[in-house]
């Protein structure tokens, strides 16, 4: 079973998995995010400061994720992602389609502005 946290900052939904996101949590992560992407104006950042990992199935979740948002009208952004985290959206290039941001601080930044 995934552990994440669930807040509310300033009317943004903040998730932030802690541990592993890999192909042993991806299905809890995913159905975590599926109520609040679905909704139409929702903003919704993905803090990942406290993931040690992401392998394919992590990110899948996430590139479904930022998918379901775009077509239900929501905002979506990732915040946090660091090291050896950071640099799995770098290999497999979904920081280019990714909205990602260093710190939770810039990532609410951005969708406050969304």
């Given at each position: ?6 807040r ?72 946090g ?34």
């Open positions: 079973m995934m552990e994440a946290e669930v509310e900052i300033d009317g943004i939904t903040v998730i932030a998995p802690r541990g592993p996101l890999d192909v042993g949590a991806a299905l809890d992560f995913r159905n975590l995010l599926t109520g609040p992407i679905a909704v139409q104006g929702n903003k919704v950042l993905i803090d990942l400061s406290a993931v040690s990992l992401v392998d394919s199935s992590g990110v899948g979740v996430l590139v479904t994720a930022h998918r379901q948002a775009v077509a239900a009208g929501a905002a979506f952004a990732i915040a992602a660091v090291g050896p985290v950071g640099r799995v959206f770098e290999m497999t290039r979904t920081n280019k389609l990714l909205s990602i941001h260093a710190s939770v601080d810039d990532g609410l930044a951005s969708l406050r502005d969304a």
